[in-house]
C-alpha cells in the first residue's frame, strides 16, 4: 500500500511540474490532470472514497472542458505549438522560492498535535459532520437546487444555440 501511496505521489509531483516545463497549453492540461489523477487516487489509498471520486471526476470533466475550449478559441491549433508558459521567471522563481521555504518551516516547526483515539468508521461521513454539521442535509439540497440552477441558466442562455446564424 505503502508503495502505491508513493507512486501517486511522485506522479503527481512529476507531472504538477511538467505543467510549467512543458510548452504547449494541450500538453500542460493533460499534465495538470495527470497530477490530479494521482492526487484523487490518494484519497481513495486513504479511504476517502467520496472526495477521490469527486476530485477524478472533477478533474477530468474540467480539465476536458479546458481541451475543447483550447481547441475552439485559440489561435495556435490545439494549443500544440511551441509557446513559453510562464512570464517572468525570475520573480516567479523568488516569490515560489519564499513561499516554499515558509511552507517548509511551518511544517517543520509547528508543534503538531498527538492522535486522540482512533479514526472513525465512515472518515467521509466524520468530515461532511464535522464541515457542515447538522446543516449536511440542508446543503445536500442546496448543491442539487444549485445544479439545477446552474443547467437552468445554460439553457435558457442558449436559446438557439450556437449555430444560430
Do not use: C, Q
Not at 129 to 135: E, N, Y
Request: hydrophobic share 65%; charged share 10%; glycine share 8%.
Amino acid at each position: 500500500m505503502s508503495v502505491v501511496f508513493w507512486g501517486l505521489a511522485v506522479l503527481a509531483v512529476a507531472a504538477g511540474v511538467s505543467v510549467f516545463v512543458v510548452d504547449s497549453m494541450a500538453r500542460a492540461t493533460f499534465a495538470l490532470l495527470a497530477s490530479l489523477l494521482a492526487v484523487g487516487g490518494t484519497f481513495l489509498l486513504i479511504d476517502l472514497r467520496y472526495l477521490g471520486v469527486l476530485i477524478i471526476l472533477m478533474m477530468v470533466m474540467e480539465m476536458l472542458v479546458m481541451a475543447v475550449f483550447m481547441i475552439m478559441f485559440m489561435m495556435n491549433p490545439a494549443g500544440l505549438m511551441p509557446m513559453t508558459m510562464v512570464h517572468n521567471k525570475r520573480g516567479a522563481a523568488i516569490i515560489a522560492g519564499v513561499v516554499f521555504v515558509s511552507l517548509a518551516a511551518g511544517a517543520l516547526l509547528a508543534p503538531w498535535p498527538r492522535r486522540a483515539g482512533r479514526p472513525p468508521a465512515d472518515p467521509t461521513h466524520a468530515l461532511g459532520l464535522s464541515i457542515m454539521g447538522p446543516k449536511m442535509l440542508v446543503m445536500m439540497v442546496i448543491g442539487v437546487a444549485i445544479l439545477a440552477t446552474m443547467i437552468s441558466t445554460v439553457v435558457l442562455a442558449t436559446h438557439r444555440g450556437r449555430y444560430d446564424r
